[in-house]
């Protein structure tokens, strides 16, 4: 399978996304802000073990992740490696809000996506 056309196709649905954030009420997107944002700890909403996306994910969004509960492996975050990551709004959508919901205790604000999505999206190998 050639995954360059993948690549480029996350490449153009991030700013659109992002676009779709700032109309929500983002700012500019800044991705030293997404990054701290990725590796942040939150109190756990359950008053569990405090929780990151990096918890889940892992540090390096250039490589697999291993989910804290079901420990199964997760692909790459960032699209330079996976590439199909950011190319269906909805999916992104449906995991913002059940990722932030248990890392966060809430849903993440349309700038913190942005931050994230943008993050992601300029890691390189």
């Given at each position: 399978?050639?995954?360059?056309?993948?690549?480029?196709?996350?490449?153009l649905?991030?700013?659109?996304?992002?676009?779709?954030?700032?109309?929500?009420?983002?700012?500019?997107?800044?991705?030293?802000?997404?990054?701290?944002?990725?590796?942040?700890?939150?109190?756990?909403?359950?008053?569990g073990?405090?929780?990151?996306?990096?918890?889940?994910?892992?540090p390096?969004?250039?490589?697999?992740?291993?989910?804290?509960?079901?420990?199964?492996?997760?692909?790459?975050?960032?699209?330079?490696?996976?590439?199909?990551?950011?190319?269906?709004?909805?999916?992104?959508e449906?995991?913002f809000k059940?990722?932030?919901?248990?890392?966060?205790?809430?849903?993440?604000t349309?700038?913190?996506?942005?931050?994230?999505?943008?993050?992601?999206?300029?890691?390189?190998?």
């Open positions: 399978m050639n995954l360059a056309p993948l690549a480029v196709a996350a490449l649905a991030a700013p659109g996304l992002i676009d779709a954030y700032r109309a929500a009420g983002a700012g500019a997107p800044d991705a030293a802000r997404g990054r701290a944002f990725w590796t942040q700890s939150f109190a756990a909403p359950d008053g073990v405090a929780r990151a996306c990096t918890s889940c994910h892992g390096d969004p250039l490589g697999p992740g291993r989910h804290v509960k079901t420990g199964e492996v997760l692909a790459a975050m960032a699209p330079a490696v996976e590439p199909t990551r950011f190319t269906d709004p909805a999916e992104v449906k995991w059940r990722n932030c919901k248990w890392t966060v205790g809430r849903e993440c349309p700038q913190e996506k942005a931050d994230v999505v943008l993050f992601l999206t300029e890691v390189k190998r």
